[in-house]
C-alpha cells in the first residue's frame, strides 16, 4: 500500500479500490493506459492482480526481483505477479488449505506466460532438496512438452494454448512442493486436420519435420520438409518468424523425460502426418480407391498390432482394400480425418497421463495444494462455431464462480469483522449457464437429443429444435425470433447468445458433426461409432472443475491485450474496453468496494500512521485498535468516514485515505530532520543491547562447555578410581579408553617378528583379561561346544562374595610360649583370617577387632587386640610381618579404620604374657629364658630415629599406630583423592588441548 499511494500521481493507482470514480469504466481505462504507458503492466483490485499484456520483455522477473517479493506483505510492494503467488503460497502454508489462481483473459492476453511465472517463482523460493528438485523439474519440463503438443500459431496468438490446463501444486507440511497433477479440458482436436489461413497445425508437428535429426525422420519415413503434408500446409504459414521450431524441438526432445515416450509421440506424430497424405479416388461405382498406398503402409507399419501379425505389405493392401471399399470418396476423407483427430487426441491424453505419472506424490501424507487454471478466455469471432461455444460457456460458468466466490469472501469478511453489510447489485449469469446446461431444455441436451434421434438429423434441425425450446428465452435469439431490426444482424443458420461479456452469435454449421465426434470404430463394419457427445463431456468435465475450485481459496489473475497487432507500446482503448467489460472486471471492483475503499489491519495501519499523532508517536503501549482511535480522532476523521472492524479499520473514501497519506508525507519530512540523532541515539542503544545479549550468549556457552568438561573429568576419575573393580557403568568408558589406548600403541609398536614374546608392549592391567582369553583359546577353540559362548564373558578374579583383598606370609607367636609358627595373613572385606595352608586357624572380625600395637622401633611385630570377653577367641594375636607397613595400611582401607593411638596389649585373664623391645646389633625375636617373647630391632636404625628402648616388662612403650579412631580416614582419603583429580585434570587438560591443536593443524 505504501507504494501504491505514494506513487499514485505519477502512476496511476495501483489497486483500483482506491479510484474515486470507482464506477466509470473510463477512469478504470484511463489508470490502466496510465501505467502501460509507464511499463507497469500489474494492477490490483484487491487481491485480484490485472496485468496487460506488454508484448516485451520486462526485466521485472529476475531472481533479484523473486527475493524482493519473498515473503512481503501484498500492499508493501508494486503489484506483482511473485506477489500474488507468495501471498496465495503464505496463505496455504498459515492456514493449511487448498488454493487457486485462476488465470484468465482471451487468447494472446498472456495467461500462459502468468502461470509459467507462477511456477518459476515456486520453483526458486520453496525450499528444495534433491528429490523436490526432481519434482520441480519435472513440472517445469512440463510446460515445452505440452506445449508442443497442445499449442499452435493463430491468428490472435503465436502461441496459442489450444487446450485448458488445470495444474495442481502439491506442498507438504513444511511448504516443500512434493508433486504435480494437470487436467487438461478441450483440446481443439480439428486443428489436426484443418487450420485457417494464417493458423499452423499443433507445434510439434513442424518441430519434428524441422528438427528431427535424418535418422529419425529416415525410420519414420519423413521428409523434411513441411510442404510436403497436407495436414501442415493448408494456413500457408508453416516458418514462422517468431517461432524457431529446430530449437524448440531440441528442448521438447530433452524434456520427453523417457525413451519410450519418445518414440511413441513420434511415431504417433508421423502417423498422423502420413495419413494427412492419403488420398481416395472414386471407381466406377462411385467408392473411394487408395491412389497410393504408400502412406498408409506407412502408417499400419507403426501399428504395433499389424506388426505383430507380420502382415506383409501386400496383406496390408488387400487388407485396406477389402476395408476401404463401402466408402465414398467423401466418407473416407471424414474417416480419415477422424481416425487422425482421435489418434492425436488420445495421445495427448496418454501423454498428460505420463507426465502425471512422472510428478506423482507417492507419500500419502497430508499435502496442500495451489491449484493453476489456464484457461482459455471467451472468444467472439466473425464466425464462431462449435468450439467458441465450449469455450464461451466454460467462461460463463468460470464467471458464476468467480462472483459467487467474491461475493461470498466479501460477506464472510465483513461478518468476521461485525461489519454491516451492504447489498451490491450485480448480474448474475445463473440464467445465461442454465440457458445452456440445463437438463432437456439446455441448449447441450437439445444438441445431443438431436445426434441421438433416428432419422434425418441436421445441423438446421438442431437449430429448429433450439427455437421451439427456448423461444422466449430473454438470452437467445435466431434469425426467426428476432425483431424487425435483429433479424438483419444474424444469417438464417446463426444463433446469438447474449453472454454476460456481450453478445456472441455461433453459426450452427458443424455443431453435431463435432459434437458426435465420430470415429469408424470398426471401419469393416463401416458403422459409425458415437464416442460420447463432446459438449455434455465438456460441461461434466467442467463442473468437476467447479468442484475442485469451490472447495478452494480463489486468487485471480486477469489477463488483458492491450493490442490485436502483438506490438509493444500499443494500447487500445477499445479492445481493452472490450476485455475490461467481458472479465467483468467493473464488476469485481463494485463488490470490492461495496461499503468502503479500504481496510487494513489494526496494527499496520497504527505502524505507518502513528508519526500523525502526538499521543501514538513515538510508541504506542496499548492497544493497536484503541491507538487507530485514537489517531483518526486526532487526524478528524467523521463518524461516516470509517468504521471500526474486530482486527481491521475500514474506510469508506479513497480521498479519506488520501488526506491521511498527504499528511503522512509532509510529517514524514519533518521527521527526517531529527531522524539522524535518533538514529544515532537508536544505534548506540541497540549496539549495547546487543553486545549485552552477545556477551550472555557466550558466557552461557562457555557455562555449558565447563559443565561438560566438569562431567566428562568427573567420569575419567570415577573410572580411573574404580579400573579395579568389575565393569560398571562408572569405569567401562575408562577401560574402554585404556584398552582403546593400548591398541593404539601397540599399533605403532608391534614387535619385528611374531614370535618375539619380548617386545610385546606391556598390557594394561584391564587388558590381562585378554591375554587369559587368548590362553582359553589355544586349548579350547574347537574343541569343547560351549566355548564360543565364553568368549563374550568377563573373566575376574574370583568368584566368590567374601573374596580376599590382601595376603602376606607372617610369623605367629603362641600365647603360650611364645612358639614361632609360619603362616599366613589374609584379609577380607570383613575379617582378617590367619591360615595354615589352607586351614582357617583364627578369624578376627573387624568389628570385634579392639585395636591393633605396634612398637616405636623397627621391628615387625603387630598385635591384634581382640577383646578378652569374646570367648571364640584366644586372645591377642601377635605377629611378625615383613611388609608392615603394607599389611596395617591395607587393613586400615579394608576395614575403614586408622590404627592411631597407644594401647596396651593384654593376653586373656590369667595368661598374660610380656613382650619385650629393645634395640641391637641385630635384628631378632626369641623367647627369653624369663618367659618374655624379646623383639631386638637393629640399634643403628633406631638410634638414627631416635628412638629409646622400652622397658622390658610392659606393652606401653609400643608404637603410635593403633585404632580405633575412625573419625579422621575420610579426610584423609579426602586430601588423597584432591591431589589425584589435580594432576588427572591437569593431565586432561592437557590432552584436551594437544588435541585440539593436532586438529587445528
Ligand atoms: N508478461 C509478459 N511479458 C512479456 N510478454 C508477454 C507477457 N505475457 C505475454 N507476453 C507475450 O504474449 C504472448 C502471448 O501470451 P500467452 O501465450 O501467455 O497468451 P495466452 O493468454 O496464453 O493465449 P492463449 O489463450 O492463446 O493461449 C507471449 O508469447 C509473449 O510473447
Ligand atoms: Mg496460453
Redesign the pocket.
Known sequence: MEGALTARDRVGIQDFVLLDAHTSETAFLDNLKKRFSEDL?YTYIGTLLV?V??????DI?SKKQMDIYMGVNFFELPPH?FALADNAYHTMLAEANNHFILIS?????????????ILQYYAVSCPSTTLLDNVRDRMLLSNPVLEAFG?SK?L???????FGKYMDIQFDIQGDAVGGHILGYLLEKSRVVHQNHRERNFHIFYQLVKGGEEDLLHQLGLESNCQHYSYLVQGECANVA?INDKNDWKTVRNALFCDDIHSIAYWVIASVLHLGNVQFEPDSKGYATLNNSAELLWLLGVNVQVLQEGLTSRKIEAKTDEVLSPFTVDHAIYARDALAKAIYGRTFTWLVNKINDSMENKDSSCKTVIGLL?I??FEVFYVNSFEQFCINYCNEKLQQLFIQLTLKSEQEEYEAENIGWEPVQFFNNKIICDLVEEKHRGIISVLDEECLRPGEATDLTFLERLEEKLDSHPHFVTHKLADKKTRKTLERGDFRLLHYAGEVTYCVVGFLSKNNDLLYRNIKDVSLQVSTHVASQFKSSLLGLTDILMSKEPWYVR?LKSNES?QPGQFDDVLVRHQVKYLGLMEHLRVRRAGFAYRCRYDVFLQRYKPLCPATWPYWRGVAAEGVEVLVQHLGYLPDEYKMGRTKIFIRHPRTLFATEDAFEVCKHDLGKDRKTKINQEVLFISTKIETCWRGVQARKAKGRRQWAVKVIKKFIKGYMARGEAKTTDNSEYLAFVRQNYLNRLKDNLPKMVLDKTSWLTPPPVLTELQLKGITSVIFKGKKDSYPQSVSQPYVDTRISQYIVYSIPIVKYDRNGFKARPRQLILTQTAAYVVDDAKIKQRVLYTTLKGVSVSTLSDGIIIFHIPSEDDKQKGDLIMQCDHLFEALTKLSVVANKIVHSVTIASMKAGKEGIVEFSSGQESMVYKDKNGHLMVVSDAVTAAERGLVACSQTCLCCLGQLLWPLPHNLPQIWDQARAQLVRITCFLLTFILAARRMSRLQ
Open positions: 503492466i496485468s499484456n506488454p508484448y516485451k520483455e520486462l522477473y505477479i483473459g482471451e487468447s494472446g492476453a498472456g495467461k500462459t506466460e502468468a502461470s509459467k511465472k499449442n493463430t490472435k496468438n503465436d502461441n496459442s494454448s489450444r517468431s489456464d482459455y478466455g489477463c502483438q
